[in-house]
């Protein structure tokens, strides 16, 4: 949700920061832009839509003057998606410029103020009060005027400013929203995060909240409010440049799903000892973790889904009731949650704001927070009290698939961990679950293999307006995840309902040729869900059936993806696959635009 990128050195600009402002494209926008000292003056070049409508307008920002210049994709908050609410935003007399992520919330009491000295705005944006506020309050030192217009901010903030009366330098500053500084040979640069710099340097600064970042094209110094200089570890990153490029493929979002057998290899076997799981990360004790009477799990969209599997996991395997939130709402309920309560946070980026508060109103009544995250060194994974790291790498479409995996195996990793510590799995089932687990991504890839079948019954109903997923226990917990990835990609509207309760209202809304996805995976239930799918059916449902290769005879009652019989456990992951196959295969039929669906954001950086 919006990105930012800047450059300053030697070179020009212009290609850099919209190369960046590419690889940025993931994160959500509707509107993208740049500006560039050109010697004379700052040029700015904006453009609603897609970033192609800016590449064209600057030749790759070829044409773009400068070698001092910051870049921005905006996600529309306040002010609709155009040109005018576009980033940069420029001060009145055009001499500072700024791109903003995150919000401000007091910024319609600042520019009343500002409207009332006399100064004219021209964008709807909370961002343009920045640029505003900084001209306004200019008395030839711009360290000084930013930090004193930070003072007056409310809200969240990562910000680049350039200006005319400082040419040779970027002021860079960071508040609840990620920004990170890019340290090159003769050349610096800032960014929302790595993707958009790793062609030109793996050495980083991650900013952390109210540090300020100076950029000179052959140094970066970093400093706090007080204007005293922080001194900071370079860190290095790792992540493969390849990662986040397609690769051959036409999708980020198919090659991240081909990608999941490696990906969940990655984040299952460096845990896996002598038959044995161990999660050195996990500082808790046993005698802390017989403490607990309760986990709370929290995450949003997709690792919101992962914790509902997580629930059934936990609680059959641990023993302890499990809670699961939607971020979003767990703040504003008063939570009973206290140090008897153990807190797991789920996360891909880290950054997700609903899931960034609610984490910090878990620890602020006293509960220890566990989160499982992908980006390294994000402010979940730094703010927690541990974190367990999923290694999928970078993950660039919008829906999420190898994220999801992985946060999938860390729960298996937990769960297995925690019983064997709590002592509440027995030994042989223990040994046995592991040796599944380690087994897991070659089940993966083996169902990958079959994909032809999915893309067959993808081309059967990507014509039709609604689809219903419909599951009992994990097989419900993982229909909630694949109605959402249809919707998401497709702009199917989809809903998924626990097969039981369909008699309660839903089965309404089954007419002649009403597609059903059912996923019949759990052994125990395997009846009751038959007879869940016969009565749809009855109705006119138009059946896919989503179950393991020990029962052949679903096939009789709906075309059946199969997949193979592994512990129950387990079976979400390999279940998952043909649903985010399905939701590929029929947004690409329907000509979606399927890395970038309309309307989201990859990181969600505002509540
Ligand atoms: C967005 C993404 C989803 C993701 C959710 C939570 O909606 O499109 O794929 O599940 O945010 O993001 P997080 O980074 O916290 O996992």
Redesign the pocket.
Known sequence: MCGIVGYIGYEQAGPFLLDGLEKLEYR?YDSAGVCLNDGNALVVKKSKGKLKVLKDLTEDGRTLKGTVGIGHTRWATHGEPSDVNAHPHLSESGRFAVVHNGIIENYQQLKDYLTSKGIEFRSMTDTEVIAQLIEYYYKGDLIDTVIKVLEKLDGSYALGVISQENPDEIVAVRKESPLIIGLGEKENFIASDVTAILSKTRKIYRLENNEIAILNRDSVKIINTDKDEVKKEIETVNWDINAAEKGGYEHFMFKEIMEQPKAVSDTISPRIKNGRVVLDEIKLTKEQLQNFTKINIL???????VGVVAKYIFEKMLRIPVEVDL?SEFRYRDPIINDKVLTVV???????AD?KEAMKEAQRRGSHVISIV??VGSA?AVESNDVIYTWAGP?IA???TK??ST?LAVIYLMALYFGDMLGTIVEDEYKALVAELEHLPERIEEILGHKEKVQYLASKYFNTKDVFFIGRNIDYALSLEGSLKLK?ISYIHSEAYAAGELKHGTISLIEQGTPVIALATHEELIGKIISNIEEVKTRGAQVMCIACDNHPEIEKIGQTVFIPKSCDMLLPSLAVIPLQLFAYYVASLKGCDIDKPRN?????TVE
């Open positions: 959500g995450a949003c969209g997709s690792a919101y889904h971020a789920i996360s891909q980026s880290g950054e997700t899931t992908n980006v979940i993950e919008v829906a999420t994220a999801y946060q998401e989201l954001a990859k990181s969600v």
